[in-house]
């Protein structure tokens, strides 16, 4: 069992800045692919980010890609998101989730899932 608990999120005004991080807990936590995923009231659940255990595979979602930064530190057990130039649209509740890669990239779903944490852009 993996258990997965997000952070950091919180209001910020567009163009602004937000770092998100999962603290994983469990034995075989940082064996995971890890990923970011976002659901804005009234949409579906969309993948935003995939990082693989070792750190040098990363997949972002086109939306996000050149704002968003995904990142790992297995020590730690812990990744992150880094996410700048925000625009309302990113406004969401951003999940963390683990599963193998392709899971996660292609299947767009995850094995573990945190309970998810609000991040809120305003114009």
Request: hydrophobic content about 35%; overall charge positive; some cysteine.
């Amino acid at each position: 069992q993996v258990q997965l608990v997000e952070s950091g999120g919180g209001l910020v005004q567009a163009g602004g800045s937000l770092r998100l991080s999962c603290a994983a807990s469990g034995r075989t936590a940082s064996n995971y692919a890890m990923s970011w995923f976002r659901q804005a009231p009234g949409k579906e659940r969309e993948f935003v980010a995939a990082i693989s255990w070792s750190g040098s595979f990363k997949q972002y979602a086109d939306s996000v890609k050149g704002r968003f930064t995904i990142s790992r530190d297995n020590a730690k057990n812990t990744v992150s998101l880094q996410m700048n130039s925000l625009k309302p649209e990113d406004t969401a509740v951003y999940y963390c989730a683990a599963g193998t890669y392709s899971m996660l990239v292609e299947r767009k779903t995850g094995n573990y899932w945190g309970q998810g944490t609000q991040g809120t852009v305003s114009s």
